[in-house]
């Protein structure tokens, strides 16, 4: 089969970490990543089925861990070499096209009795990452027994796979996991009824993000932090009252919240902030726009970061991460799975229309730097398609 | 006696034209058989001005002299107008302080000490104590200043206001308390363009949101054809309406309105107020020596050589009485010192915007201001019709810098971060956005406690261009940073050049261009 595969290689790594600095997505070009002739990932056990990836998004970790910039917090709960590619939409063997949930829980790892997370359906914070017959990693595409998204061929576990309804396309699909990030982190941001949401960052999560929030929690008012105006349209069009480049948020809130700046913060503010950045910067803004007793939810990927958390003290404001997904409780009451309310997020919100490239694994290094620079570009989405590489060698 | 007004019709003899563009200027060519509409020359100005304005005190219209409402024991108010007139601001004395040291002398000879001075800043930013020293002088300044007896209008000081009643169209006329509870309000203008006092002067100086709402609107503006001609002002007959409420129910005025002559920019950009071909070597040199270092040095620093400007403008009438009586006369003072007889429109107007307008002064022009000086004040500028036609395509030169102060225009700022992103259209602006920002309670502490235009005040200025915007078939700026540009929905253009070849897309080939050659300030009377 062919691959992407990333290998452990110091020198790489640092290598990817300059280009990744000089040109977006440059990491890709003289990193760890490589194009690869490799044997197809054997079946765990017999729970587990052949999947070929159709297609497979590139997210904003896996550029990370691209560009060589990923915290080492994660090096335990991954194992080298591994495919990247946990936005998936596959065949099974038999046909059916598949949604890969990507966490590699208890149930994938065969430890029983599960872990209290896993047992609690919340497979997100499962506590086995590193254990069970499979090698560590905590999702498909970080881990070297089961291969990843970026390959022409891969192994998952039943519990991984959802069946995608006929009627979904697999643009549609392959923003299913994404899309269930998003679900996961608006309900965990507990957004009170007729609330005032503020989003940090207009890439594939946090126009995800205000899809979901408008579909399964009450706000108030929406506003959205894009850098660019393809970006403002989108979350326009998924949800936002308000969209505006990213140095306009802070007065767009203050406006909403008709409360006052005092110094760099604003003496009120939004309700719940959601950022979907992840940096330094993004969590500072976060913290100096949410009011005193409110909520700052972590939905991008962090990493190493240096910040003055005395507003976070001083105002007494939560601030939790959303990561993954497992299982929701609605306002209303209902449990479902994270990735039920995805599949009816993808096809309400037309997020299959946030795909917006397709590339062959061949032009891994174009489809990176497009990824890395998708605002920029007027994009949101990019994805590989693996089929089409498998049409090829035919 | 001066030289009126001139239309020039450009031929090949004709030398290139001045277009002001913001903190800086440029020589353009303009097409053969092109129009310049130059302004009239300065008129006289009055040989002793502190006579004249003792003459319009004792000898008023309309009104017994001044010495007849003075008693001992009155409360004695005098309101004038703010830092947003003159422009450039004038050279001291400031009309303002000869008329208020006037009829100090005459209260303080009647024995009045119970007197105030208010700033008729209406929404506008507060004068600061320097703005406010500069307007009265050092000496009314220490006189009263320190004692909290002259200061700035708040028109949102929950008990600083006084209801006067409605007018017979429901219109809500509201003021100032103080001088709504005087024994004598006193109130002291300069008249710099047509729109300017009458009973403008305290029914929007001294007014709040509830009252301005009434006329600072799209329906008016979009109904004022133009707002500089009283007869055909929407804007001026609500005044108008309020102004005889006020006479009616309202203290005594005593209006006093001086007019300036056109004597607009000293030394050493006073080729400014030239006619290009009678340019001498020295204004010649001026000119290549004013644009050599402005395009040598930072934009802030050119600010603050331009803002440092004071104009020699010079006292050229005065007078004083009750409040119609004496705007009859200013206003003909007014025309005779701005009107210039225009045949005809012109497919094609361009303007070179000058760094100035009455909301920026010792501050920043930011894009709504840009807007508001080319599409609301000078579009205006005509009486009969417009000096472009319907469908025509105004040109507007200047560098439009998204930039914004911080201190004097932060509503603005998110006017154009939030408003005109979503529309640019001021009806919809107006429904969707104006009550918002017009009770937002930062932009009124700023507005009180700071130095920030009101809230509601960036909507007045894109309503100020309504009538314009829904006149014009396009709207294009030279030189104008071109995001700044676009997000008003205007195109930008690099040069003069293309944006004529951009305005034939709207008007057709060959378009008549006339160009507006202002400042000094001119309105163009069109038949």
Redo the contacts between chains.
């Keep these: 089969m062919k691959a992407l595969r990333f290998s452990r290689s110091l020198p790489r790594f640092a290598a990817a970490r300059v280009a990744g600095a000089v040109q977006p997505g440059g990491g890709a070009r003289v990193g760890p990543l490589a194009l690869v002739e490799a044997a197809e990932p054997v079946e765990p056990g017999p729970a587990w089925q052949r999947v070929r990836p159709i297609l497979a998004g590139i997210c904003g970790s896996d550029l990370a861990t691209v560009a060589g910039k990923s915290s080492r917090y994660f090096e335990p709960i991954v194992s080298f070499p591994f495919v990247p590619g946990h936005e998936i939409v596959g065949t099974t063997e038999d046909g059916a096209r598949v949604v890969v949930e990507p966490v590699l829980g208890c149930a994938a790892r065969d430890i029983t009795p599960p872990c209290p997370a896993c047992a609690g359906g919340s497979t997100g914070r499962c506590e086995h990452l590193a254990v069970g017959h499979l090698k560590p990693g905590l999702q498909t595409g970080y881990c070297a027994d089961t291969g990843g998204g970026w390959s022409t061929a891969m192994v998952a576990h039943a519990s991984q796979l959802h069946a995608v309804p006929e009627a979904l396309s697999d643009e549609a699909a392959v923003m299913v996991e994404p899309a269930a990030c998003a679900v996961h982190a608006a309900l965990r941001a507990r957004v009170p009824g007729g609330g005032l949401v503020a989003v940090l960052g207009a890439g594939t999560l946090g126009l995800c993000t205000v899809a979901a929030l408008r579909r399964f929690t009450l706000p108030g008012t929406v506003i959205a932090g894009a850098k660019h105006v393809d970006q403002q349209r989108a979350a326009r069009r998924l949800g936002a009252d308000v969209a505006v480049e990213p140095g306009e948020v802070r007065r767009a809130v203050r406006r909403a919240a008709r409360c006052l700046t005092v110094g760099e913060r604003l003496s009120g503010g939004a309700d719940v902030v959601l950022d979907c950045v992840g940096n330094a910067a993004s969590i500072h803004e976060a913290l100096a726009i949410t009011k005193p007793g409110g909520r700052v939810v972590l939905v991008g990927m962090p990493g190493p970061e240096r910040l003055d958390l005395a507003p976070l003290w001083q105002r007494e404001i939560d601030l939790v991460g959303a990561y993954a997904y497992g299982t929701e409780e609605l306002p209303d009451g209902r449990r479902l799975r994270t990735f039920d309310l995805a599949f009816e997020l993808a096809a309400a919100a037309d997020l299959g229309g946030l795909v917006s490239a397709r590339y062959p694994l061949e032009r891994y290094r174009e489809a990176i730097e497009h990824a890395a620079a998708a605002g920029s570009r007027g994009a949101v989405k990019i994805v590989f398609e693996p089929s089409a590489q498998k049409e090829k060698r035919r | 006696m001066s030289r009126p007004g001139y239309v020039l019709e450009v031929d090949r003899s004709t030398p290139p034209v001045l277009f002001h563009h913001g903190e800086g200027f440029s020589l353009e060519r303009l097409p053969v058989g092109s129009r310049v509409v130059y302004p009239p020359e300065p008129v006289k100005a009055l040989p002793d001005p502190d006579a004249a304005i003792r003459r319009a005190l004792l000898e008023p219209l309309g009104m017994d002299p001044l010495p007849a409402y003075l008693r001992p024991g009155m409360r004695l108010t005098i309101a004038f107008d703010d830092i947003s007139l003159p422009l450039p601001p004038m050279k001291s004395p400031d009309n303002r302080q000869r008329v208020i040291e006037a009829v100090l002398d005459l209260a303080a000879a009647a024995g009045v000490d119970d007197v105030e001075l208010i700033a008729a800043t209406a929404l506008h930013r507060r004068m600061t104590d320097a703005e406010l020293k500069h307007a009265v002088g050092q000496r009314v300044f220490d006189a009263f200043a320190p004692h909290g007896l002259l200061y700035n209008h708040d028109a949102e000081d929950p008990d600083g206001m006084a209801l006067i009643g409605h007018t017979e169209e429901g219109e809500r006329v509201e003021i100032n308390r103080r001088a709504a509870t005087s024994d004598l309000l006193v109130y002291v203008n300069i008249n710099l363009v047509a729109m300017d006092g009458g009973h403008k002067s305290v029914a929007t100086g001294l007014a709040g949101y509830p009252s301005l709402k009434h006329h600072h609107n799209v329906r008016t503006m979009q109904h004022s054809r133009s707002f500089m001609d009283q007869h055909k002002s929407a804007l001026h007959s609500s005044n108008w309406r309020m102004g005889r409420l006020l006479a009616r129910e309202g203290p005594p005025i005593f209006q006093i309105e001086t007019t300036l002559n056109n004597d607009t920019f000293p030394k050493p950009f006073d080729f400014l107020q030239r006619r290009e071909w009678e340019w001498s070597a020295r204004d010649r040199a001026a000119y290549l020596a004013a644009a050599a270092g402005l395009e040598r040095i930072p934009r802030k620093a050119a600010r603050q050589i331009f803002q440092r400007i004071l104009s020699p403008h010079a006292m050229a009438s005065v007078q004083a009485g009750e409040v119609e009586a004496v705007h009859a006369v200013t206003t003909e003072n007014v025309y005779r010192s701005q009107l210039v007889p225009v045949e005809g429109q012109t497919d094609v107007l361009t303007m070179g915007l000058p760094y100035i307008c009455p909301y920026n002064v010792n501050s920043i022009m930011n894009p709504i201001l840009v807007m508001c000086l080319g599409l609301g004040y000078f579009f205006n500028l005509y009486r009969g019709k417009p000096l472009v036609r319907r469908g025509g395509v105004v040109i507007l030169h200047h560098p439009t810098p998204w930039e914004f102060h911080p201190v004097h225009h932060p509503s603005y700022?998110?006017f154009f971060?939030?408003v005109l992103?979503e529309t640019t259209d001021p009806t919809e602006i107006e429904a969707k956005f104006e009550e918002?920002?017009a009770t937002?309670?930062?932009y009124i502490?700023l507005y009180r406690k700071s130095y920030a235009y009101h809230g509601v005040h960036p909507f007045y200025m894109w309503y100020w261009g309504a009538h314009a915007l829904d006149h014009l078939g396009g709207v294009i700026v030279v030189g104008g940073d071109p995001k700044a540009v676009r997000r008003m929905g205007f195109k930008p253009a690099s040069t003069l050049r293309d944006a004529l070849e951009m305005a034939e897309d709207v008007v057709g080939r060959d378009p008549s261009i006339t160009h507006m050659h202002a400042p000094p300030l001119l309105m163009a009377d069109v038949t």
């Design positions: 700022l998110d971060e939030q992103t918002s920002f937002d309670p930062w502490h």
